[in-house]
């Protein structure tokens, strides 16, 4: 049975969510379908990028206010949670993630006579996110303390002179220019959160009936054609694509938050590897 | 094992604890930290000699050879290392037998890509199908790591390049105007002056390669995390120390295991980078020059 592309892309353009035909290839495995089947596995990478960097930027804030916080009760959480995410591999949190998931009472937790199911933490949609989470908003949070560390005394001091004190000091000085000094940095953060996304079905996080990411697919077919040269190439594509994608967003929002100043003294955002975590 | 530890299932407490600690497979386990180790040793100065060659390659005159060094140091960007991983891995291997396959196969011998089949003469198999368990191990083992040198290379590169084109330029042409060529102000003034500028970026890629080390475990290497997932499953009445499902707590091993690799780091790191600011021409080097003024 030969299909069109177009037929091949109905029936896997959806099949990492579960839409469209269940059965894998087991034949031909042509190039429309290797790019169709990586494409529908983009799915979850997206997924887990965009959500994790969208909840880890408001934990990442306040990570970052934490510890820079007089206080040590503040100060010594928010460092230690920075250092155990930023100075482990995120291979192994994930690992550990999901035996601590796993170990969790099959029945549900009762509460106050309601009964919270437990099962769903050890799917990837709801734990790898978790996991991816935490670890971006420890990463953020470290980009955004050095930005808040690094603001200009005289802004500060400028802020004094007008009165402007307490949260609205805050709220109209430091936080617009720690964002604006640790844009940079965050943009890289995005980009390598991005790629670490490729981790989650490679580590404990199951993939049920066969529903995974871009990498878990591609895996597939090299696995099947003992041919590397044309499916990883393939998800290499489509990562560069997400890339440009996350430094165009980026660059927009980097332009709106340095829109006040000369042109000339505008920060460019530079790629930093980061890779790995 | 030790004669108390004969009968595993006869002893408690903290006896038992020891001789389970002590068996042979967790002897294996303490090993593999060594693997990681030995590759971080391999790893770390050939990624540095790769990315020395693909830095110096992008700054030379030779067009061919500064395409090259730029195509490998923009190589990393925009794709998942986890790829190159995968990728190279299969490939270096395929790359090796094929080349051994036009050395030693018969004449006439079908190519190896074979519809959907990877297949060369028993001959040219590396290693040998009749070598020992030994060699395979070590053949695998030096597959990854080859494949973390190339990949950590060309970020090392990017470092270099990067720590090359800061150098200041008073100090390159202050070297010409004294009369030195080329290759003596690269081998006495550059070379020696940018490592000063390199080493907060090679800092952070020695951080991330220690982290990247339990994707050995992917590369197919039975490295700790291998043995962590082997040790902590389960273990049924029929095994010598049963026990319950412990992966998590041998996971909580590895976590302090690379918290711990990753604090010692940043503090020998932290001292290097004192020792190379000395008499440097930034911030760092002004800031121990008054100190000590």
Same mark, same amino acid.
């Given at each position: 049975?030969?299909?069109?592309?177009?037929?091949?892309?109905?029936?896997?353009?959806?099949?990492?969510?579960?839409?469209?035909?269940?059965?894998?290839?087991?034949?031909?495995?042509?190039?429309?379908?290797?790019?169709?089947?990586?494409?529908?596995?983009?799915?979850?990478?997206?997924?887990?990028?965009?959500?994790?960097?969208?909840?880890?930027?408001?934990?990442?804030?306040?990570?970052?206010?934490?510890?820079?916080?007089?206080?040590?009760?503040?100060?010594?959480?928010?460092?230690?949670?920075?250092?155990?995410?930023?100075?482990?591999?995120?291979?192994?949190?994930?690992?550990?993630?999901?035996?601590?998931?796993?170990?969790?009472?099959?029945?549900?937790?009762?509460?106050?006579?309601?009964?919270?199911?437990?099962?769903?933490?050890?799917?990837?949609?709801?734990?790898?996110?978790?996991?991816?989470?935490?670890?971006?908003?420890?990463?953020?949070?470290?980009?955004?303390?050095?930005?808040?560390?690094?603001?200009?005394?005289?802004?500060?001091?400028?802020?004094?002179?007008?009165?402007?004190?307490?949260?609205?000091?805050?709220?109209?000085?430091?936080?617009?220019?720690?964002?604006?000094?640790?844009?940079?940095?965050?943009?890289?953060?995005?980009?390598?959160?991005?790629?670490?996304?490729?981790?989650?079905?490679?580590?404990?996080?199951?993939?049920?009936?066969?529903?995974?990411?871009?990498?878990?697919?591609?895996?597939?077919?090299?696995?099947?054609?003992?041919?590397?040269?044309?499916?990883?190439?393939?998800?290499?594509?489509?990562?560069?694509?997400?890339?440009?994608?996350?430094?165009?967003?980026?660059?927009?929002?980097?332009?709106?938050?340095?829109?006040?100043?000369?042109?000339?003294?505008?920060?460019?955002?530079?790629?930093?590897?980061?890779?790995?975590? | 094992?030790?004669?108390?530890?004969?009968?595993?299932?006869?002893?408690?407490?903290?006896?038992?604890?020891?001789?389970?600690?002590?068996?042979?497979?967790?002897?294996?386990?303490?090993?593999?930290?060594?693997?990681?180790?030995?590759?971080?040793?391999?790893?770390?100065?050939?990624?540095?000699?790769?990315?020395?060659?693909?830095?110096?390659?992008?700054?030379?005159? +030779?067009?061919?050879?500064?395409?090259?060094?730029?195509?490998?140091?923009?190589?990393?960007?925009?794709?998942?290392?986890?790829?190159?991983?995968?990728? +190279?891995?299969?490939?270096?291997?395929?790359?090796?037998?094929?080349?051994?396959?036009?050395?030693?196969?018969?004449?006439?011998?079908?190519?190896?890509?074979?519809?959907?089949?990877?297949?060369?003469?028993?001959?040219?198999?590396?290693?040998?199908?009749?070598?020992?368990?030994?060699?395979?191990?070590?053949?695998?083992?030096?597959?990854?790591?080859?494949?973390?040198?190339?990949?950590?290379?060309?970020?090392?590169?990017?470092?270099?390049?990067?720590?090359?084109?800061?150098?200041?330029?008073?100090?390159?042409?202050?070297?010409?105007?004294?009369?030195?060529?080329?290759?003596?102000?690269?081998?006495?003034?550059?070379?020696?002056?940018?490592?000063?500028?390199?080493?907060?970026?090679?800092?952070?890629?020695?951080?991330?390669?220690?982290?990247?080390?339990?994707?050995?475990?992917?590369?197919?290497?039975?490295?700790?995390?291998?043995?962590?997932?082997?040790?902590?499953?389960?273990?049924?009445?029929?095994?010598?120390?049963?026990?319950?499902?412990?992966?998590?707590?041998?996971?909580?091993?590895?976590?302090? +295991?690379?918290?711990?690799?990753?604090?010692?780091?940043?503090?020998?790191?932290?001292?290097?980078?004192?020792?190379?600011?000395?008499?440097?021409?930034?911030?760092?080097?002004?800031?121990?020059?008054?100190?000590?003024?």
């Amino acid at each position: 049975m030969s299909m069109t592309c177009w037929e091949t892309i109905q029936a896997y353009g959806l099949r990492s969510i579960g839409i469209g035909e269940n059965l894998l290839p087991k034949t031909d495995f042509t190039l429309c379908q290797q790019f169709t089947l990586i494409g529908s596995g983009l799915i979850w990478n997206v997924y887990f990028g965009v959500l994790s960097l969208a909840f880890g930027f408001f934990l990442a804030n306040a990570l970052a206010l934490a510890k820079s916080a007089r206080s040590p009760w503040l100060r010594k959480p928010a460092e230690w949670f920075i250092f155990v995410f930023r100075g482990s591999p995120l291979f192994i949190q994930f690992f550990l993630a999901y035996e601590a998931l796993v170990m969790l009472p099959r029945a549900g937790i009762e509460i106050f006579g309601i009964t919270i199911a437990t099962s769903w933490t050890t799917k990837a949609w709801a734990g790898a996110l978790f996991v991816m989470f935490l670890n971006t908003a420890a990463y953020s949070a470290e980009i955004f303390y050095g930005a808040l560390r690094s603001i200009p005394k005289g802004d500060l001091e400028a802020a004094d002179a007008y009165g402007i004190s307490g949260w609205q000091k805050f709220r109209r000085i430091q936080w617009p220019t720690m964002l604006r000094l640790g844009w940079p940095g965050y943009t890289n953060e995005a980009i390598f959160l991005f790629h670490a996304t490729t981790l989650v079905f490679f580590s404990s996080f199951p993939a049920f009936s066969q529903r995974g990411d871009a990498l878990y697919y591609a895996n597939f077919f090299a696995d099947k054609t003992f041919n590397p040269f044309i499916p990883y190439p393939i998800v290499g594509f489509y990562f560069i694509c997400i890339t440009l994608i996350v430094t165009m967003v980026f660059g927009a929002v980097n332009r709106r938050l340095n829109r006040h100043l000369p042109q000339n003294l505008k920060s460019r955002i530079r790629l930093r590897p980061q890779l790995v975590r | 094992m030790l004669s108390s530890c004969a009968d595993p299932k006869a002893i408690e407490g903290l006896s038992w604890l020891f001789c389970y600690l002590t068996s042979g497979k967790h002897i294996d386990f303490y090993w593999s930290f060594l693997t990681v180790l030995l590759l971080l040793a391999i790893t770390a100065p050939a990624a540095l000699g790769f990315g020395f060659v693909g830095a110096t390659a992008a700054r030379s005159p +030779f067009l061919p050879a500064r395409m090259l060094g730029k195509t490998y140091i923009a190589m990393v960007r925009g794709v998942p290392d986890i790829i190159y991983f995968l990728f +190279f891995v299969i490939a270096l291997d395929q790359a090796i037998e094929y080349l051994k396959f036009l050395a030693v196969c018969p004449a006439g011998s079908p190519l190896p890509w074979q519809g959907l089949e990877f297949r060369v003469c028993p001959e040219a198999k590396v290693p040998l199908s009749t070598s020992s368990a030994g060699w395979h191990k070590a053949y695998g083992f030096l597959l990854a790591a080859v494949t973390f040198a190339i990949v950590f290379g060309a970020f090392a590169a990017n470092v270099l390049y990067g720590a090359m084109q800061a150098v200041p330029r008073a100090q390159l042409e202050t070297a010409e105007a004294y009369g030195m060529s080329h290759k003596q102000v690269f081998r006495r003034i550059l070379v020696p002056q940018m490592w000063s500028y390199a080493l907060p970026g090679l800092s952070n890629l020695w951080m991330i390669l220690i982290k990247a080390t339990p994707l050995l475990f992917l590369l197919g290497v039975k490295d700790i995390v291998y043995y962590a997932r082997e040790l902590g499953g389960s273990k049924t009445q029929a095994y010598e120390f049963p026990h319950g499902d412990w992966r998590l707590y041998y996971f909580l091993g590895l976590l302090v +295991f690379y918290l711990c690799m990753t604090r010692v780091s940043e503090i020998l790191l932290g001292k290097l980078a004192g020792r190379l600011s000395r008499g440097q021409a930034t911030a760092a080097g002004e800031a121990m020059r008054k100190a000590a003024a």
